[in-house]
């Protein structure tokens, strides 16, 4: 397959404005900081199966249940690490929240 100059430069316009498009994008996502609170941490299922040594299963059935709040972007789970505190508080002795929490330094300081 042959291509001219001309076709070859404007195939490379294309690319470099397609391109440019892609980098916008992604500075906008980056640009997240003012979304959340600045000592808001989040965590998506593997995180939280990895910290509290569940199960992915567990964690669906705790957002079935109601009690383990969450959001969605696309397909994927997200969790506040407040929510998360709140959730161990609630749900395990305060021995168990005291491991957690050293652990995990989740410890939020205002």
């Given at each position: 397959?042959?291509?001219?100059?001309?076709?070859?430069?404007?195939?490379?316009?294309?690319?470099?404005?397609?391109?440019?498009?892609?980098?916008?994008?992604?500075?906008?996502?980056?640009?997240?900081?003012?979304?959340?609170?600045?000592?808001?941490?989040?965590?998506?299922?593997q995180d939280l199966a990895f910290l509290l040594k569940a199960s992915f299963r567990t964690l669906?059935?705790?957002?079935?249940?109601?009690?383990?709040?969450?959001?969605?972007?696309?397909?994927?789970?997200?969790?506040?690490?407040?929510?998360?505190?709140?959730?161990?508080?609630?749900?395990?002795?305060?021995?168990?929240?005291?491991?957690?929490?050293?652990?995990?330094?989740?410890?939020?300081?205002?």
């Open positions: 397959m042959y291509i001219d100059n001309e076709n070859f430069e404007k195939w490379m316009e294309k690319l470099s404005k397609k391109l440019t498009e892609i980098g916008q994008d992604l500075k906008s996502l980056i640009n997240t900081d003012t979304v959340f609170d600045e000592n808001e941490r989040l965590l998506d299922n669906q059935r705790y957002r079935a249940k109601g009690v383990l709040p969450y959001f969605t972007i696309g397909r994927k789970t997200y969790y506040r690490a407040s929510d998360i505190r709140a959730f161990v508080r609630e749900y395990a002795d305060s021995q168990t929240y005291k491991q957690f929490e050293k652990a995990n330094q989740l410890v939020y300081q205002p």
